[in-house]
Antibody
Framework: EVLLVESGGGLVQPGRSLELSCAAS????????MAWVRQAPKKGLEWVAT????????YYPDSVRGRFTISRDNAKNSLYLQMNSLKSEDTATYYC?????????????WGLGTLVTVSS | DIQMTQSPHSLSASLGENVSIECLAS??????LAWYQQKPGKSPQLLIY???RLQDGVPSRFSGSGSGTQYSLKINNMQPEDEGVYYC?????????FGSGTKLEIK
């Protein structure tokens, strides 16, 4: 069974940093692109970042590029999201997600999410 | 960026009714279109990807169709567990983008 468990969320002040983690199990982690998707309270889904299988290629929307960094440790079956210079608009539940299969940027498996609140 | 426009914003349907949700992309996305269902307090669930491929475990009453810029999700024989918010998502080009969601309720 595919399992994704996020951690690291919490309350953080504007301008500060936070790192999220996602522990993966139930599949060959190194074989799949991984992503982070967020959802602000009562709002829709927003893609945040994607990383290739080896970790050498990353993708971001303009809203977080330069502030967020996605990374992975294939030896530890773990995905990370380093978030710097946080803003109030970054407040959201952050989901770790796995692609359905190679060559399809659709997300078949999602964690339960971890809530990040950016507030003074 | 590719904009994904969903319609309707919300709808209500009776049990057993057939339901359709539309998604319009601002440019062609070569069938790289997925549909997700999200229930309150839960993570999104992939229903369909690449226009019409049913994800494992998803009931066959869900189906997808479309091409170019216009896509649709159809739910046959509406069931109580189908209540939720439905999102479309294009996987053709980065940045990946989602529609704004369609809230489906039982009438």
């Amino acid at each position: 069974e595919v399992l994704l468990v996020e951690s690291g969320g919490g309350l953080v002040q504007p301008g500060r940093s936070l790192e999220l983690s996602c522990a993966a199990s139930g599949f060959i982690f190194r074989d799949f692109y991984m992503a982070w998707v967020r959802q602000a309270p009562k709002k829709g889904l927003e893609w945040v970042a994607t990383i290739s299988t080896s970790g050498t290629t990353t993708y971001y929307p303009d809203s977080v590029r330069g502030r967020f960094t996605i990374s992975r440790d294939n030896a530890k079956n773990s995905l990370y999201l380093q978030m710097n210079s946080l803003k109030s608009e970054d407040t959201a539940t952050y989901y770790c997600a796995r692609r359905v299969r190679e060559n399809y940027a659709h997300l078949a498996y999602w964690g339960l999410g971890t809530l990040v609140t950016v507030s003074s | 960026d590719i904009q994904m426009t969903q319609s309707p914003h919300s709808l209500s349907a009776s049990l057993g009714e057939n339901v359709s949700i539309e998604c319009l992309a601002s440019e062609g996305i070569s069938n790289y279109l997925a549909w997700y269902q999200q229930k309150p307090g839960k993570s999104p669930q992939l229903l369909i990807y690449y226009v019409s491929r049913l994800q494992d475990g998803v009931p066959s009453r869900f189906s997808g169709s479309g091409s170019g810029t216009q896509y649709s999700l159809k739910i046959n024989n509406m069931q109580p567990e189908d209540e939720g918010v439905y999102y479309c998502q294009q996987g053709y080009k980065y940045p990946l983008t989602f529609g704004s969601g369609t809230k489906l309720e039982i009438k």
